[in-house]
């Protein structure tokens, strides 16, 4: 870690001042700037620097980002703790509501945190730590159940973050694929009663447990 920070870290941060002067004439002068991401070095974003660049928001590949996932495990841990010392149980269900503003500036802590409450991480890829999956984590590693998580999402956040509700969603329905216990698993439960609903009044087997499934909501386009 210390030899990271002798050799990439303190040159790129020492490189900034005069990056950004050297840019800044580029820029009046007409010529290219390139292209380089913005966010904060102190939450996990090394790669921001040197500064300089012609920044652009966020890489929506890349979100939620190690760093947010770390804070979103936290946060959800203490959620849950908090509701075991409040009402003596674990909550079975739980809505979020979930910005697109928030997520840009963070890297994606809330979204994580729902990942964090369903038992769920994302993967990144190796050097670009762009999120390619998910890995569904063993209930053994918890000492808890894993939560029913609805999200409310922004307008914004729809129109920014197509790629996370798409993997929010393939991830609820992993989890309720999964064969584990009411007591360990309510997502699981709760789809399979609803899917049973549906399908009394009239709706296929496959579409009934597909609108069971549901767990992403927000306002539709326009």
């Not at 945190?113 to 918890?142: C, M, N």
Request: with cysteine; charged share 25%; hydrophobic share 40%.
């Amino acid at each position: 870690m210390l030899e990271r920070v002798r050799s990439t870290l303190l040159p790129a941060l020492d490189a900034c001042g005069g990056e950004e002067l050297r840019q800044l004439l580029r820029g009046l002068d007409g010529r290219f700037v390139p292209p380089g991401p913005s966010g904060s070095p102190s939450r996990g974003r090394p790669d921001v620097l040197p500064t300089g660049r012609n920044f652009y928001s966020v890489d929506t590949r890349a979100v939620p980002t190690q760093a947010a996932w770390s804070l979103g495990l936290k946060s959800a841990q203490q959620l849950i703790e908090r509701h075991l010392q409040d009402h003596g149980d674990y909550p079975r269900a739980i809505g979020l509501s979930v910005w697109g503003t928030a997520t840009m500036r963070t890297g994606g802590d809330d979204i994580a945190q729902a990942f964090a409450l369903l038992g769920v991480r994302p993967k990144w890829a190796h050097g670009s730590y762009r999120v390619t999956d998910f890995e569904i984590l063993p209930i053994e590693i918890f000492d808890r159940p894993r939560i029913d998580v609805t999200l409310r999402v922004s307008g914004f956040f729809r129109d920014a973050f197509p790629n996370l509700m798409h993997l929010f969603d393939a991830a609820v329905q992993a989890v309720a694929a999964l064969d584990e216990p009411e007591a360990l698993n309510p997502i699981r439960a709760r789809v399979e009663r609803e899917r049973a609903k549906w399908i009394e009044q009239g709706v296929a087997p496959d579409e009934a447990r597909r609108r069971a499934g549901w767990r992403v909501f927000g306002a539709r386009p326009g």
